[in-house]
């Protein structure tokens, strides 16, 4: 997990990088987390809640940690339960 801050921070930002930032900030997203999700077939997803001044504290981190966990899950058995009912 990395705020965006840290990109920002730790790394020099390409033109294509500004202009993402940019975007977003023409939309109030200010900064905030990406959480990477590991799946069982080797690939990412990517959670990444943000907002005008989002609260980042570790607490906050940790719990969006947990929140992601779960909704990923529940969004997973989502899809699989239409996926089912789409092939009846």
């Known amino acids: 997990m990395f ?3 840290d990109v920002r921070a730790n790394r020099p930002l ?3 990088d500004r202009w993402i930032i940019e975007e977003g900030r023409e939309f109030g997203l200010t900064d905030g987390l990406t959480i990477p ?3 069982a077939s080797g690939t990412l997803d990517v959670f ?3 907002g005008l001044d989002p609260n980042l504290s570790k ?3 940790q719990a969006l940690d947990i929140i992601c966990t779960f909704a990923h899950k529940a969004l997973q058995l989502a899809v699989i339960g239409k ?3 789409g092939s009846r």
Do not use: G, H, L, V
């Open 3 to 5: 705020s965006w801050d």
């Open 14 to 16: 390409t033109k294509r």
């Open 37 to 39: 999700i590991p799946t």
């Open 48 to 50: 990444s809640p943000c």
């Open 59 to 61: 607490r906050a981190r």
């Open 83 to 85: 996926t089912r009912q």
